[in-house]
């Protein structure tokens, strides 16, 4: 359940005390003391996670899908579920914007460059039937050199070179295609589709 700030996941947890939930998050990329849970996939295993609810705030996504609610549908995309998201958005039929997150109120080159592989390969699918924005085709520029290896944006980023203790975390998020699951914002909580 992505909450907006600190305050709004404990006082959600704290109202929903009686299911268990979990508090996950991160701000400036640390975990939040008192969470339970940082931003590191690999602290989100099933051991750890159990089917229980996890609150979370981070410091730039939430913020990003809470200012989507309006949209008819809110997908969660990443490189890991990148072709699950495209052809569920491909067979939806509908328009399709890829709000990225950024750093700080700022574009930031990882997010640009995952909204452009997945510009790009919806493009391709479309075939002749679809026209990228100039933001798409900008994305998808951007994109193009690093398409074979991800894992070069995401080590140039200004994110990586902040956090430099996060390797790890990003030889996983530069995977992709390892699930195929796309998380649907419904009714303020991520579900599988």
């Known amino acids: 359940m992505p909450v907006v700030s600190v305050a709004a996941a404990r006082r959600t947890a704290a109202a929903l005390a009686s299911g268990r939930p979990l508090l996950g998050g991160e701000r400036g990329g640390l975990r939040i003391p008192g969470f339970d849970l940082g931003n590191s996939p690999a602290e989100y295993t099933r051991a750890a996670v ?10 730039n996504g939430t913020a990003t899908l809470h200012a989507a609610l309006g949209a008819a549908e809110v997908l969660m995309g990443a490189l890991v579920n990148l072709e699950a998201v495209v052809q569920y958005a491909h067979r939806s039929g ?25 510009a ?22 951007a994109a193009a050199p690093y398409a074979a290896d991800p894992l070069r944006a995401l080590r140039a980023s200004a994110s990586a070179r902040e956090l430099p203790d996060f390797e ?24 599988l589709a």
């Open 168 to 191: 790890a975390d990003l030889r996983a998020c530069a995977q992709r295609d390892v699930f195929d699951v796309v998380p649907v914002l419904r009714d303020g909580r991520l579900e």
């Open 50 to 59: 159990g089917g229980r609810l996890v609150v979370f705030t981070t410091s």
């Open 120 to 141: 790009a390969r919806l493009t391709e699918l479309a075939g002749g039937d679809v026209r990228p924005t100039d933001a798409a085709q900008i994305a998808m520029l």
């Open 94 to 118: 509908r328009p399709v914007v890829f709000a990225c997150s950024g750093r700080v109120r700022r574009q930031a080159l990882d997010d640009t460059v995952v909204a452009g592989l997945m």
